[in-house]
């Protein structure tokens, strides 16, 4: 019995003994851990695309919503009735200034004409031998001035006749489009009717209206953008800014003169405005490095000097072809262009630029 409780004891204390040791072995202090920590190797941090940037001038501009309009519209109306005898021009053709683009039977006008012009013959020396008569004593000053008269209203009837054949001739009042051709052959004219519609495309004008804040801000002169319906881009000076706002919508009318040698902008087209208001600096910067902070806020991400990832809020003060313009930003900075969206404020990181990858990618090739 006294044996028994012998071996019972002994294996008690073996296994307190194998208890203990397995804690005290698997334990470890504070030191011991940051020692550890400091033998392992940390881990490289993050590589980021980096691109330096710079402030710019900038024109600060407003948008608005206008359309295109001919600079001249005219409708040609005849200035003599007669029949249309020969139509020498078409909707949509081209035409320059003086372009014949009707013509009338002139009818009897030659033969007015011509008889007009004998009657100015036969006035002019009537009124020679009054005069030579004159000067002998012959004839008194009264019919002299009689003969005067005479000739003076032959000379006006002859160019009255002139003038009404003339106008047998329609012709375009300046460069232009023919819109719409009133007239066919044929047809017979009372006079002031309408012939044709001729549109003057060049300069083609672009009418838009601005509200009466940025009025001030505004001058006649300044070169403002255009955007089309297309998504095309012309250019032209301010060339009109208007006095009196319109009653309903409280804005004033704008008009921008563009170029339109080639007439490939029309009249009617929906047009966007951008009209310059101030110069401001601002980056241009392509809208793919935008970012957003956990509250919203957009912005973009750069590095500091020690390699330190910043965030900073911007204000989108217009775009262009080549990217966008914003405000709010460091006079020059690193910008992240690629990898902004796998770092934080705050991360360090490994800034490279476009031209050390190409110089690597250069000895990797040669290398290889």
């Not at 013509?103 to 036969?122: G, I, N, Y």
Request: net charge negative.
């Amino acid at each position: 019995m006294r044996k028994s409780w012998i071996i019972a004891g002994l294996i008690a204390v073996g296994a307190t003994a194998w208890v203990a040791s397995g804690q005290f072995a698997d334990s470890s202090t504070p030191a011991d851990e940051a020692a550890e920590a400091q033998e392992r190797p940390a881990a490289p941090p993050p590589m980021v695309r980096v691109r330096q940037v710079t402030a710019e001038p900038m024109l600060s501009e407003i948008t608005v919503q206008g359309r295109t309009l001919s600079d001249r519209t005219v409708t040609v109306k005849n200035e003599e009735s007669g029949r249309v005898m020969e139509v020498l021009v078409d909707r949509g053709d081209i035409v320059s200034e003086g372009d014949l683009l009707i013509r009338l039977d002139p009818e009897d006008r030659e033969v007015m004409v011509e008889s007009a012009r004998a009657l100015v013959t036969q006035r002019e020396l009537e009124f020679a031998a009054a005069r030579r008569l004159n000067d002998q004593g012959h004839s008194s000053d009264v019919t002299l001035l009689t003969a005067r008269a005479a000739l003076d209203a032959a000379r006006a009837s002859l160019r009255s006749a002139e003038i009404a054949l003339a106008n047998c001739d329609i012709h375009a009042p300046f460069d232009g489009v023919v819109d719409e051709r009133h007239a066919e052959l044929g047809d017979y004219l009372d006079r002031g009717e309408a012939v044709a519609t001729v549109v003057d495309l060049d300069p083609i004008r672009v009418v838009g209206q601005v509200s009466e804040r940025y009025l001030g801000a505004l001058e006649t002169g300044a070169v403002a953008s255009v955007r089309l319906i297309d998504d095309r881009f012309v250019e032209g000076p301010i060339s009109f800014i208007g006095s009196i706002a319109d009653e309903t919508t409280r804005t004033f009318r704008v008009e921008v003169e563009v170029p339109n040698a080639d007439g490939q902008v029309i009249q009617g087209l929906t047009s966007e405005l951008h009209l310059p208001i101030e110069e401001v600096t601002a980056h241009r910067i392509p809208a793919s490095v935008l970012s957003l902070a956990d509250d919203g806020t957009l912005g973009v991400k750069s590095v500091d000097a020690d390699d330190v990832v910043q965030f900073h809020p911007v204000r989108i003060l217009g775009d262009s072809g080549s990217g966008i313009w914003l405000g709010g930003l460091p006079e020059a900075f690193r910008l992240i262009v690629v990898g902004q969206e796998f770092v934080l404020p705050g991360d360090r990181v490994n800034p490279v630029t476009a031209d050390e990858i190409a110089v690597s990618s250069d000895q990797t090739q040669t290398e290889g």
